[in-house]
């Protein structure tokens, strides 16, 4: 058994325009639709670019260590892609003991600590464009 006053109060319900007022919510209601042609975070990237990137990254630092290092262009290449990557073999290192070697070390570091952040980009940009 409902009393009386509960009955009048969902009665009046439906006349409460409070309710129904949607002007407090349009004020803080986000409308997707209208940024569509502004979403610039969805813009594919090229997975040839990405590619010629990375390539190019190496091709330049086989040629930084093979002035440095005096390695050949192929080992310069080798390290770049071996370090970069993260595999890491140890086989080709550096070498610390020449007169400006601290400096070499240095940019060494400046130089892979930057190519390790490009490489992980590049990958993820192409995994967003294949999947």
């Known amino acids: 058994m409902v009393s009386r006053g509960h009955q009048q109060r969902v009665a009046r319900l439906p006349e409460d325009n409070w309710m129904d007022d949607q002007s407090y919510y349009e004020e803080y209601y986000y409308d997707e639709s209208e940024d569509e042609g502004d979403d610039y975070s969805r813009k594919p990237v090229p997975i040839l670019l990405s590619i010629i ?54 940019l060494c570091s400046i130089y892979l600590l930057f190519g390790i952040a490009m490489i992980a980009m590049s990958f993820n940009l192409v995994q967003e464009e294949v999947i």
């Open 53 to 106: 990137l990375v390539i190019t990254y190496i091709i330049g630092g086989a040629f930084l260590f093979q002035m440095w290092e005096g390695w050949s262009f192929l080992d310069s290449s080798y390290f770049c892609f071996i370090t970069l990557t993260t595999i890491g073999f140890g086989d080709l290192t550096p070498d610390q003991k020449n007169v400006d070697g601290e400096q070499r070390i240095a």
